[in-house]
């Protein structure tokens, strides 16, 4: 039987218990928080004092703490016995074991009991001013229906299916279906090319594909059906697609195609929920890391869902009744968490907005906000920036009184872009978060909320710690930093519910990427600085990894590509920083010998091979033939010098003396020069 939360008479809190985080979790204090069963075993929880105690008992008792919120928030058909069975230092990481649940009965079900009329979804299509509503009530039938079409066409628990489609109502339905029946879903975000596509169905050996006819996005159609068909081509494990319209142009459909909305018809609305394990997998995630194959991240269900749930609650400050506005894709993990998981498990109305920043113009944004009156609005600082640069006016039109919360995400936000938000846009009135977080880690680790929600907010800067979250910084030598005002490497000294399970198919990676390089922690692959008073700020990327639009990319995914050109010897790839997209794409390449071809074209077939094969955004900015690259004596590229070079930061070269051939850097440096 499914038990709405705190509804056994095991799960009764204490009056102490209910009295004490109902003062400290709600983090406003405006609307009553039901958190009576929030602490069955009180012991662990009793005399905490106030928000920092709280916040560090999180850290000192995470067990403690991680119990009881997971008994009160999510709604289990069998208690857990056991809270976590981590170890760090091989990489395994297990959150309440012994428990059972449906993460689409905690998202859609269990409000569906209470108020089946609340809207789950704002669709805010690409054509401005034809939004759509979703109540929980038709989220979960379209979620039945669904599932049961999956069932009858042999979709079993622990199958993983490809969801390749823009962010809309059936692509969440698509996501939970795949959650109530028990298998796994793989979203790749609808940006990505034919290769790409292909090369993430292969790695999680996808038989089913959902997909649409096709894509509009910024009133351009993209062609995601077609997409799909190249790409299955290479992926035999393929059996069938199924394709929902998003327009009303027919595409042609094959044996292997299943037209979705037609069959979903003939479906019952009732679907029965598999039971799940906590650690079964809820989803894989591909993400770039510093080699050339992007890694299938694995989160599982209880621990993902709660860290999504709360972090949702406390960082936003949401309270119920909310509308929340997430403007990223449901391609990305800030998409799953964000507009999908966590707000849906709040019992939140979600927005699903399909277009970009300006289109039709740069008022998308405020125009959407005044018609959906959203009260917390999430972005990325690349669309702040872009926006910033229009001009107050197209803010200004229209109506933010209902804005309470801003958000930003996905890469550092400067200082300019994070006056003009909190000043422009928040009428100097809304705190803006600066939420750091990855892939990797599930949900937002760092940010200024929820530890105590008059605190000071510093422009730029993640600032805290969440709860249950213990952030440490690394030296060169692998030793703790323990003092302020200082630099590492970010690493985590404590497991939390939301991270990252394993790579899939590839557990050994796993531990090499995140646990061996620090012995016993969480390397995030992020530098950060910890201020004199605490706070962090995030300082970038400590690998090959780069951040173009808030899209993480890795140089030598890239680089895989060029050198597929039969022309190139070799090549690098380094980001540069970029007035808008935060980091741009810059490469260099070295052609074969006696290669005679005309630069310009070259370049752009170059450009056209990194869309073909990974995505637009990807494409080089600036592509630099060079006779050599800078190498040490070894032959390793020195990629430092390169980054120095395009920053054009000669005075930082640094020590040279490995070098090869120091002729090399001012050939490169000569180069750049001509090039801008
Ligand atoms: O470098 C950090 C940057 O984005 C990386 C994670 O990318 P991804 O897994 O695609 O997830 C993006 C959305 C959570 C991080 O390693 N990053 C993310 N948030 C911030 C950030 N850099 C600076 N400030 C942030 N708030």
Not at 405 to 434: F, K, M, Q
Request: with cysteine; charged share 20%.
């Amino acid at each position: 039987m499914w038990l709405p939360c705190g509804c056994t008479s095991k799960y009764v809190a204490s009056s102490f218990a209910r009295r004490t985080l109902a003062s400290y979790l709600h983090v406003s204090g405006r609307s009553r928080c039901n958190v009576a069963a929030f602490m069955p075993e009180a012991a662990g929880l009793e005399g905490v004092s106030g928000r920092a105690a709280l916040r560090e008992l999180s850290v000192s008792n995470s067990e403690s703490f991680w119990a009881a919120v997971a008994r009160h928030r999510l709604c289990w058909s069998t208690p857990f016995h056991t809270v976590q069975d981590c170890d760090l230092s091989r990489g395994k990481i297990k959150w309440f074991e012994g428990g059972k649940l449906n993460v689409s009965v905690n998202c859609l079900d269990r409000h569906v009991h209470t108020c089946p009329e609340r809207v789950a979804l704002i669709w805010e299509r690409d054509e401005r001013g034809s939004e759509m509503k979703y109540t929980y009530g038709e989220l979960l039938e379209m979620t039945c229906r669904l599932g049961n079409l999956l069932r009858r066409h042999g979709v079993k628990r622990g199958d993983c299916v490809t969801i390749y489609m823009p962010t809309c109502p059936l692509a969440v339905a698509s996501m939970l279906a795949c959650a109530r029946i028990g298998a796994a879903h793989n979203v790749v975000f609808a940006g990505f090319s034919a290769d790409a596509l292909a090369e993430r169905i292969r790695d999680a050996q996808s038989s089913t594909v959902i997909t649409v006819n096709q894509g509009v996005r910024g009133g351009k159609v993209t062609e995601l059906k077609k997409t799909v068909d190249t790409a299955v081509q290479s992926c035999p494990t393929v059996k069938q697609v199924f394709v929902a319209m998003r327009t009303d142009n027919p595409v042609t459909m094959t044996a292997r195609d299943i037209a979705m909305e037609e069959e979903m018809l003939k479906e019952d609305v009732v679907c029965e929920p598999a039971v799940m394990n906590s650690e079964d997998v809820l989803f894989l995630l591909y993400t770039s890391g510093s080699t050339g194959k992007p890694k299938g991240l694995v989160h599982t269900q209880a621990g993902y869902l709660l860290y999504a749930a709360l972090t949702h609650r406390y960082v936003f400050s949401y309270h119920d009744g909310d509308v929340f506005g997430c403007v990223a894709d449901i391609g990305w993990i800030t998409g799953h968490s964000y507009v999908v998981y966590g707000p849906l498990a709040n019992g939140a109305t979600t927005v699903l907005f399909e277009s970009t920043p300006i289109y039709p113009d740069p008022g998308r944004y405020w125009d959407m906000v005044e018609r959906l009156k959203i009260n917390q609005f999430y972005g990325a600082p690349t669309a702040i920036r872009l926006l910033l640069k229009y001009g107050d006016q197209w803010v200004n039109k229209y109506d933010r009184s209902t804005l309470k919360t801003l958000g930003s995400v996905g890469e550092p936000i400067n200082t300019e872009a994070w006056e003009w938000y909190h000043r422009v846009v928040g009428d100097g009135r809304c705190p803006v978060v600066d939420t750091w977080w990855q892939t990797e880690t599930g949900g937002i680790c760092i940010a200024p909320r929820p530890s105590d929600p008059d605190a000071e907010i510093v422009p730029g800067m993640a600032m805290r710690p969440f709860f249950g979250i213990n952030p440490v910084l690394m030296d060169t030598e692998g030793e703790v930093l323990t003092s302020n005002n200082t630099s590492g490497a970010l690493c985590m000294a404590q497991p939390w519910p939301g991270m990252a399970r394993t790579i899939h198919n590839d557990h050994q990676r796993f531990i090499d990427t995140y646990f061996q390089p620090y012995p016993g922690y969480f390397f995030t692959g992020d530098g950060a600085y910890r201020s004199e008073e605490g706070y962090y700020q995030i300082t970038g990327r400590l690998d090959d990894v780069i951040n173009v639009s808030g899209h993480r990319i890795g140089t030598a995914e890239i680089e895989d590509v060029v050198n597929q050109c039969p022309a190139v010897a070799e090549s690098a790839v380094v980001g540069y920083t970029h007035s808008i997209k935060g980091q741009g794409v810059y490469a260099f390449v070295v052609l074969k010998k006696g290669i005679d071809v005309q630069e310009a074209d070259l370049s752009r077939q170059l450009n056209g091979m990194v869309s073909e094969k990974i995505a637009k955004y990807a494409s080089p900015d600036f592509i630099q033939f060079a006779k050599r690259l800078p190498k040490t004596r070894s032959g390793k590229i020195m990629r430092r010098v390169l980054r120095k070079v395009v920053e054009s930061d000669l005075e930082g070269l640094g020590d040279l003396s490995t070098l090869d051939d120091p002729a090399a850097v001012q050939e490169i440096i000569q180069g750049h020069e001509k090039l801008l």
